[in-house]
């Protein structure tokens, strides 16, 4: 029988550490990707079928092709602040493309679905650690998209048996160990690349959004969970899924918070260079501190984030350094 894995979004940052993870324990992945944000170059573990997610025709066609045994669904628009001027395109994208997906899977039998949600669909925490049970609302287009899809999820296991693991991903951040694939956005406005970027020059200074929150020293706090970790998490959920688990919502991160000043100090250190950092007032939309209560992770999955935040921005250091010399 074979391994296949179809891995939607898989020419992205989060998609390609899972090819990379699911070809080490024997899974066969088979990317599917319309390239508008993910790169070719990425595709190194497993073939590239090009096509879009609100393409039923062309999905009908790879998932006959390839009969996956699971369906891993990473491809999404995932700017906040894009989403907040261009929220039609996260409709059209996000939620319809999710829809047709789904409905191609039921109609190829596809029983497996693993699901890239987000922390975001918590909106501002009334309490922290956050569990699943915490109540979601999403202060963003962005936010509501995936909640919109969690619920669709939802109601397809509920009364079509589509099964399904959902995964509300922390702060994903740092690289392949081996610089291979790392994360590149275009635009960037993730602060770990932001942050790299001014320590090697690239740009003038980081800039702090906002400096008087509620914690240790005044900036905000993220839970930064490791990408391949994050990649770990996706190969058990399948194997869960085949294995005949129940659906089930899942907080990824380490459930240990790291101001934004702490992380600069933390770039400073393994690039061993220095940057000018200016204050400048709040981004609108962020919320003081997200941090991941894992204990259901743990339970469900047995995952144990194995990396920490110095292996997060070594690794992280490594991918940008590397790359784009000179750009
Ligand atoms: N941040 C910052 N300057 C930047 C980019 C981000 O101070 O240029 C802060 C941001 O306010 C947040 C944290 O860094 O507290 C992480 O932001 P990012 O955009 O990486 O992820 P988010 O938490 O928004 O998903």
Redesign the pocket.
């Known amino acids: 029988e074979s391994n296949k894995v179809l891995v939607v979004g898989g020419a992205g940052y989060i998609g390609s550490h899972t090819c990379l993870e699911l070809a080490n324990k024997g899974f066969e992945p088979v990317v599917y990707d319309n390239l508008s944000n993910g790169h070719e170059e990425f595709v190194k573990w497993g073939v590239l079928e090009k096509g879009d997610i609100r393409d039923r025709k062309r999905l009908d066609e790879v998932l006959g092709r390839h009969k996956p045994r699971a369906i891993l669904h990473f491809a999404a628009m995932i700017e906040?602040g894009e989403s907040v001027k261009d929220p039609v395109s996260f409709y059209d994208n996000n939620v319809i493309g999710t829809l047709t997906l789904l409905s191609a899977a039921l109609a190829a039998g596809v029983e497996a679905f693993v699901f890239s949600s987000?922390c975001?669909t918590y909106g501002l925490p009334e309490s922290v650690p956050i569990d699943e049970q915490h109540r979601q609302a999403p202060i963003n287009p962005y936010g509501r998209t995936k909640w919109v899809c969690e619920q669709a999820l939802k109601d397809y296991g509920q009364y079509k048996g589509l099964r399904s693991v959902i995964l509300r991903y922390f702060?994903a951040?740092g690289a392949d160990p081996e610089g291979r694939i790392g994360e590149w956005h275009e635009p960037e406005?993730?602060?770990?690349p932001?942050?790299i970027d001014a320590a090697l020059g690239r740009r003038q200074s980081?800039?702090?959004?906002?400096t008087d929150y509620d914690t240790r020293d005044g900036?905000?706090?993220?839970d930064y969970i490791h990408v391949l970790d994050l990649a770990d998490a996706h190969v058990r959920a399948v194997e869960y899924l085949l294995s005949g688990g129940d659906s089930v919502e899942l907080n990824l991160g380490t459930g240990t918070g790291t101001t934004?000043k702490e992380?600069l100090t933390a770039i400073s250190e393994v690039s061993g260079r220095e940057f000018q950092v200016d204050l400048v007032d709040?981004?609108e939309g962020?919320?003081t501190t997200?941090v991941a209560n894992n204990d259901k992770a743990r339970d469900i999955l047995g995952w144990v984030p194995k990396y920490g935040l110095t292996d997060i921005t070594r690794t992280a250091w490594n991918w940008h350094s590397r790359r784009n010399q000179g750009v």
């Open positions: 906040v987000t975001a702060n951040a406005t993730h602060a770990i932001l942050a980081f800039k702090i959004f906002g900036t905000c706090v993220r934004v992380l709040r981004r962020d919320s997200l």
